[in-house]
């Protein structure tokens, strides 16, 4: 198959004017010229999108799409109260509810033009709305809890299900482990996930996130605090208080062996200093942002050009649909550059054709797939979209990258592809039974705000 448009934007390399991608058995065979490549192939069947730029997909780094249905559900609130409070919604779901909740976002993140998330999940539900669609994915099996004699459990019951799901994992899907956010997890949760993931096992996990996060691990003093245990409603238990550590998060993770782990991944990362950042570089972590959760929660704003000076390896992510409403790539990454130039400074100006190799191959190499995915290049797995850019309201489009970063949308993705197969191009092409999973969220939202 030949797919021909009017721009190819490689990532890897400098865009092309009337380009084309050669694609065989859902690889990249050859990236170039239609003409030269028409006149080669010309066997090959050609698929044409016109005025349009065939990029790599969306390598969305940080999602939870099993809270997909939780969307608008809790507005205009800082992060510790929306925490508490879809912490509270989540008792309200079945098993059935779950994973219909992640089939909604699943749909969404392809026709989106997602084609690889990376995804936390503690039911498992993601997992297997990806293999119904057809996503690439890493997904991590969160483990957690502030009880000390219940870590070993935990512990044990997340390893089991992360052996039962590699067993049911395609080729495109790969099995990590997630401590559960600083303030759920016992320091021994810690210990046991970087002493298991010494294989090489990934590993995702939330810090540095928020203020309440950093005060409750220096101070021992936030919404999070467990030293009352008659809470209305938090993570207090009935365990020792905890002890103010006195260090930041990314200090006080050191001390149980996470950052060792040969493939970490660390998500958030706003409330970091100097020392906090070279800490993290020096241990090799990567880092998945995600630009509007931390806008729209008060969390405040990661420090992408830091992060890049340091050689930090950077993603981009979603985060959860509960928190943006929406899986849209094109907005996380506006968001990002608008806050990074409104922020930094004229030195470190964050240009747009960064921010769009963050959301591809920058998160690529996040999740270490970068020989996978992430970039058109020959050899690659074929996970193609094309943007349509007819509408957009750079016209003539002198830069195909800046037109699909700040004037594209979801609407504006005419197909997406994943190891050449079409799974969009304006409508669903896989068998999952889109008119139940959009009356199935209805049910799930008419639920939740009862």
């Not at 992640?102 to 997992?127: K, M, P, Q």
């Not at 993931?197 to 021992?220: K, N, Q």
């Not at 094109?330 to 968001?335: D, I, K, Q, Y």
Request: hydrophobic share 40%; glycine share 8%; aromatic share 6%.
């Amino acid at each position: 198959m030949l797919l021909v448009a009017r721009y190819v934007i490689p990532v890897s390399a400098p865009p092309l004017e009337n380009g084309a991608v050669l694609i065989r058995d859902g690889k990249i065979v050859e990236v170039g010229s239609a003409n030269k490549l028409k006149t080669q192939f010309p066997e090959d069947t050609v698929k044409d999108f016109g005025l349009a730029a065939l990029m790599p997909g969306f390598v969305d780094a940080h999602t939870h799409l099993e809270y997909s249905a939780m969307r608008g559900l809790i507005n205009d609130a800082p992060y510790a109260a929306w925490k508490l409070h879809i912490a509270d919604k989540e008792k309200l779901f079945t098993a059935e509810d779950w994973d219909d909740s992640a089939l909604l976002g699943s749909l969404e993140a392809v026709r989106f033009g997602i084609t690889t998330i990376a995804d936390i999940t503690s039911t498992g539900a993601s997992f297997k709305a990806a293999q119904q669609v057809g996503l690439r994915g890493i997904f991590y099996r969160e483990v957690g809890s502030m009880d000390r004699l219940k870590v070993d459990e935990e512990l044990e019951n997340a390893f089991l299900d992360i052996a039962e799901w590699r067993q049911k994992a395609s080729s495109k899907q790969k099995i990590g482990i997630a401590p559960a956010p600083l303030f759920t997890c016992h320091p021994k949760i810690f210990e046991g996930v970087a002493n298991y993931a010494m294989d090489g096992t990934r590993v995702a996990m939330h810090l540095a996130g928020s203020i309440e996060e950093y005060e409750f691990i220096r101070y021992g003093s936030s919404p999070f605090s467990v030293h009352s245990v008659e809470q209305e409603r938090g993570y207090g238990i009935d365990v020792p208080p905890w002890l103010a550590t006195g260090v930041s998060p990314v200090r006080y993770i050191l001390n149980w062996g996470v950052l060792n782990v040969p493939n970490l991944l660390a998500i958030h990362c706003v409330q970091v200093d100097d020392d906090d950042i070279e800490i993290l570089a020096e241990h090799q972590v990567s880092i998945a942002v995600c630009p509007r959760c931390n806008a729209q929660l008060g969390m405040g704003v990661a420090p992408i050009t830091k992060f890049r000076k340091a050689g930090i390896t950077l993603g981009l992510g979603t985060d959860s649909p509960a928190a943006t409403d929406s899986t849209d790539p094109f907005a996380e990454m506006r968001t990002g550059l608008l806050l990074q130039r409104a922020t930094g400074s004229r030195s470190n100006f964050l240009k747009a054709k960064e921010m769009l190799e963050i959301a591809t191959l920058g998160s690529a190499k996040a999740l270490g797939i970068e020989e996978e995915v992430g970039s058109l290049e020959a050899g690659k797995k074929a996970d193609i979209i094309a943007v349509d850019l007819s509408r957009s309201s750079q016209a003539p489009t002198h830069d195909p990258g800046q037109a699909v970063l700040f004037t594209a949308h979801p609407g504006s993705i005419m197909m997406t592809m994943v190891e050449g197969e079409i799974l969009y191009d304006g409508t669903h092409r896989h068998k999952v039974d889109v008119d139940r999973i959009m009356d199935r969220s209805e049910e799930m939202r008419i639920k939740l705000r009862m």
